[in-house]
């Protein structure tokens, strides 16, 4: 697996690196959830998967929640460093980069998990498992519904059969994605 993780991290540095860059971009919440951000706590913490150059991770932060965003590129990281810093929200940011082949890094529960346009069913239980009670999760991902099939697509309802345990608050499959917004359970499980 660490074969594929690197040729993964030269990828996305490659991808990082050779694109445009968003460092000044706008925090911002994936716009598929934008219908859903009077759902997101204002104060807590929250995990950002994939997190980019940390759009997603700053916007959590403005909102007052402490934040840990991971990715597996090292130029990504460094760019939400960079954004955490010009929003003046760095101390409310932590920023790794992480290899997810090797699962979740371990770490407390938290009040939101994020996760936009990653998908690794592996991963399911243990985002699920990270939230406190009442905690809420926001995932996306690339979807067969809508699109072609392809090797980092759900299937029609992955994301629904995956998080049944959680009450779904919002949900839809189309256009080539799939996402969710639930929230676990408010006394622990």
């Known amino acids: 697996m660490a074969q ?3 040729k993964d ?15 000044d ?3 911002a919440l994936p716009q598929v959830f934008g219908d859903q951000a ?11 998967i994939a997190c980019g150059t940390g759009k997603g991770s700053v ?3 403005r909102r007052g929640l402490a934040v840990w965003g991971l990715d597996v590129s090292a130029v990504a990281i460094d760019e939400a460093r960079q954004a955490a810093a010009r929003h003046g929200v760095a101390e409310r940011c932590r920023f790794d980069v992480a290899d997810l082949d090797e699962g979740l890094p371990a770490g407390p529960p ?3 998990v994020l996760c936009h346009r990653f998908r690794d069913p592996g991963l399911y239980p243990s985002l699920a498992a990270r939230l406190r009670p009442g905690g809420l999760l926001a995932i996306c991902v690339l979807s067969e519904v809508g699109a072609e099939p392809g090797r980092f697509r759900a299937g029609p309802g992955e994301l629904a ?5 959680l009450e779904t608050l919002g949900a839809a499959e189309g ?15």
Request: proline share 3%.
């Open 110 to 112: 938290v009040d939101v």
């Open 38 to 48: 009077g759902r997101f706590p204002v104060t807590g913490s929250a995990l950002d």
């Open 59 to 61: 916007w959590l932060a």
């Open 175 to 189: 256009d080539g994605q799939a996402w969710l917004v639930a929230r676990a359970a408010a006394t622990a499980r």
């Open 25 to 27: 971009a706008v925090p």
């Open 9 to 23: 991290r030269r990828r996305w540095d490659a991808a990082y690196t050779d694109g445009e860059s968003e460092s």
């Open 161 to 165: 059969a995956a998080f049944a345990g």
């Open 4 to 6: 594929v993780s690197e």
